[in-house]
Every structure is written in structure tokens, then in C-alpha cells.
């Protein structure tokens, strides 16, 4: 079955650089996009950036300077990395399978990892 | 980017029926194709898909479960609500990117 797991660390100085992974099974990366979602506490999710399953990549343009996506097929991951965190990129962080098509859907999502930028 | 707009809470009882509502700040229509999507999230847990497009069912969802709308105006409707359904529910649009959500509907027991 479907399935996606991030991790990396819960805890992040500011102005460090954040570190994530994401695992999956279950489906080829590809076959299928996988995006970067992200969620403060008590709000609404917001899309941070997708690696497309071509191995091409789009970036919200608010978080585009300090974000980087990459993969590695050949052990089913995808990867995340976000320079100068501040305390506001606090929240929990998951990655999705994309449903395919040019205007995709988020059909699965991995559990999440909290992440909070604290000294 | 396209802005939705959910209102916070609705408080509905066991057994009636909820209509959630989101209103996007630009039509999330093309053609036939209306590209809304609602999901559910519990506490502690991760966000699930519902409905997709704004009126297909996915896979698993119970047919309580149905969603209408096009242009700007959607809407998520549970009939009956059950006690399982007590969550949060976000829209988020795919018309154009980024892809943006709402800030939820906490549907609560009244």
C-alpha cells in the first residue's frame, strides 16, 4: 500500500538550515510527484514546493530562495532543504503524494514531523 | 496566489446535516473541470482526502460524504454527521500554483 514517512529533526536553532527526508512505498517516484507541505500549529496547510515525477521541480515563490528539493530514486526518497529558518517556519511538516495531471491533488500524506525553530 | 476563505466553526448535531462552505478569490473553474479539493484532519493526525474536483468521492469515504460548486462558491456537505466526523476541513485549489488552502472549518458538536 501507499505510504510516506518524513523525518529529520524536531528541533532547529535560527538561522540554521532544516534537514528533512521523505520515504515512500508503495508507488514509483517516477510515476508520481511528491510535494512539501507545511503547518503551523492551529492554521491551514501551505504547499512549499513539489519534485515532480520527471525529476523537475516548482517552488512556492514565498519560500523559493530559501528552498531546495531533491530525490533519490534509487532508495524511493525525496528530499528537503530550507536555509535561515526563523521561528515562524515552526510547525509540522509532511510530504504527499500528488495525484497526476497538471493541476494535482494531494492524495496521500505521510504522518508528519513537527519541527519548532527555538535557540 | 488565489485566497480561500472558510468560515472558522460550525456547530451542528448528530444526525443533521453540515454545510461547509469556501469561497476562493478567483474563479478554480476550467472548462467542465472544477479544481477544488476538500480534506479532513483529526487531531494529531494528518490531513485526509475526501472529495476531489470538487465532487468525486475518494477512495474509502463514506457516501455521507459530497461536495458541490463551481466557479468561486463550493461547498462540502456531511448527511447524517456522525460522531467520527467531529474534525477540522480545509479546501485547497489546484486551479493555479501555488496551490492554496483555506483556513479550516472546525466542525463541532452542538
Known amino acids: 500500500q501507499v505510504q510516506l514517512k518524513e523525518s529529520g529533526p524536531g528541533l532547529v536553532q535560527p538561522s540554521e538550515t532544516l534537514s528533512l527526508t521523505c520515504t515512500v512505498s508503495?508507488?514509483?517516484?517516477?510515476?508520481?510527484?511528491v510535494s512539501w507541505v507545511r503547518q503551523p500549529s492551529g492554521k491551514g496547510p501551505e504547499w512549499m514546493g513539489r519534485?515532480?515525477?520527471?525529476?523537475?521541480?516548482a517552488y512556492n515563490s514565498a519560500l523559493k530562495s530559501r528552498l531546495s528539493i531533491s530525490r533519490d530514486t534509487s532508495k524511493n526518497q525525496v528530499f528537503l532543504k530550507m536555509n535561515s529558518l526563523q521561528t515562524d517556519d515552526t510547525g509540522t511538516y509532511y510530504c504527499?503524494?500528488?495525484?497526476?495531471?497538471?493541476?494535482?491533488?494531494?492524495?496521500?500524506w505521510g504522518q508528519g514531523v513537527m519541527v519548532t525553530v527555538s535557540s | 496566489d488565489i485566497v480561500l476563505t472558510q468560515s472558522p466553526a460550525l456547530a451542528v448535531s448528530l444526525g443533521q446535516r453540515a454545510t461547509i462552505s469556501c469561497r476562493a478569490s478567483?474563479?478554480?473553474?476550467?472548462?467542465?473541470?472544477?479544481?477544488m479539493h476538500w480534506y479532513q484532519q483529526k487531531p494529531g493526525q494528518q490531513p485526509k482526502l475526501l472529495i476531489y474536483?470538487?465532487?468525486n468521492l475518494a477512495s474509502g469515504i463514506p457516501a455521507r460524504f459530497s461536495g458541490s460548486g463551481s466557479g468561486t462558491d463550493f461547498t462540502l456537505t456531511i448527511n447524517p454527521v456522525q460522531a467520527d466526523d467531529i474534525a477540522t476541513y480545509y479546501c485547497?485549489?489546484?486551479?493555479?500554483?501555488?496551490?492554496?488552502f483555506g483556513g479550516g472549518t472546525k466542525l463541532e458538536l452542538k
Open positions: 478567483q474563479s478554480v473553474s476550467i472548462s467542465r473541470y472544477n479544481l
Open positions: 508503495g508507488f514509483s517516484l517516477t510515476s508520481y510527484s
Open positions: 519534485m515532480w515525477y520527471d525529476g523537475d521541480t
Open positions: 504527499t503524494r500528488d495525484y497526476p495531471g497538471i493541476t494535482p491533488y494531494f492524495d496521500y
Open positions: 474536483r470538487a465532487s
Open positions: 485547497q485549489q489546484s486551479r493555479e500554483s501555488p496551490p492554496t
